[in-house]
């Protein structure tokens, strides 16, 4: 999904496909942005995202949003992209500092010690290192999933994440429920 505000069709470097010719639809933005301050321009984002993203829900995962566009994210893109109501993680609007996602500590509290996977844009690069010790110390299935600021969401993205809920996530929980 990308909320990148862009006047025209832009093109990823290299001469892949435009926006609009991998799906994505435009749509004029005008409201508070993720800082609070008005903001306008078109919004692409691209259905087949919602439908992937139930297929998650299908596999018994609770889909949450942790943006900086807080409640807009869920309020404006959500019906846009046929999604459920959601929880969203209040997160603060800052890159990565000292090589941490500003995201790592409101999902870490938000998910406790419950299996996770983190699709994002951006991460510092130790949130790796975090999931690794969840996974390998705690035995907490958890996985990052960087999503390419350039080419968005990939089917791959979502086929990887539905087999890592039916294979990691079913056995933690059947260790779980023992």
């Not at 130790?126 to 299935?141: T, V």
Request: aromatic share 10%; net charge negative; charged share 25%.
């Amino acid at each position: 999904m990308s909320m990148e505000c862009w006047p025209t069709d832009p093109a990823p470097a290299g001469g892949e496909p435009t926006l609009s010719e991998r799906g994505y639809r435009s749509y004029e933005f005008d409201g508070l942005g993720p800082n609070g301050r008005p903001a306008t321009g078109t919004a692409w984002l691209n259905p087949e995202h919602g439908q992937w993203l139930r297929e998650l829900v299908d596999h018994g995962a609770e889909l949450v949003w942790a943006t900086s566009w807080g409640v807009r994210a869920a309020e404006w893109i959500a019906p846009r992209l046929g999604l459920p109501e959601m929880a969203v993680i209040d997160v603060p609007n800052d890159g990565p500092a000292f090589g941490w996602s500003p995201k790592v500590r409101p999902i870490r509290e938000w998910v406790a010690d419950r299996p996770v996977a983190w699709l994002d844009d951006q991460f510092g690069g130790k949130e790796y290192g975090w999931a690794e010790y969840r996974r390998e110390d705690d035995g907490i299935p958890t996985v990052i999933v960087s999503v390419g600021p350039a080419l968005g969401l990939q089917r791959q993205h979502i086929d990887d994440v539905i087999v890592w809920l039916d294979t990691d996530v079913v056995a933690y929980l059947g260790r779980v429920t023992r």
